[in-house]
Nanobody
Framework: RLVESGGGLVQAGGSLRLSCVGPRMILSTFTGLFPMAWYRQRPGKERELVATLGSRGVTNYADFVKGRFTISKDNTKKTLYLQMNRLEPEDTAVYYC????????WGQGTQVTVPS
């Protein structure tokens, strides 16, 4: 399964980098998950797509994070990242990673809190 980390409490305008690791996956299993994505679930809302990353590096972002968030990966570390800059209170959510087909069991996610 995948394990998310890196969340926390940060003031508006601050930054965080989230990580998503497949610690028990062999490399081919991890790379076979792509395209992968970050999702988030804000309080009282449905889970929503934040950003996607294809195996060849093509990225797509939800309009509400364009220009602020960057998705990337390090295959050697079997890790997917989400660099989040200029955080806003509306970014408060639990963040999850998965393949775009949601082929992996959902992890616990990592909580990001940006106080207003």
């Amino acid at each position: 399964r995948l394990v998310e980390s890196g969340g926390g409490l940060v003031q508006a305008g601050g930054s965080l980098r989230l990580s998503c690791v497949g610690p028990r996956m062999i490399l081919s299993t991890f790379t076979g998950l792509f395209p992968m994505a970050w999702y988030r679930q804000r309080p009282g809302k449905e889970r929503e797509l934040v950003a996607t990353l294809g195996s060849r590096g093509v990225t797509n972002y939800a309009d509400f994070v364009k220009g602020r968030f960057t998705i990337s990966k390090d295959n050697t570390k079997k890790t997917l990242y989400l660099q989040m800059n200029r955080l806003e209170p509306e970014d408060t959510a639990v963040y999850y990673c998965n393949s775009v087909t949601n082929s992996v069991s959902w992890g616990q996610g990592t909580q990001v809190t940006v106080p207003s």
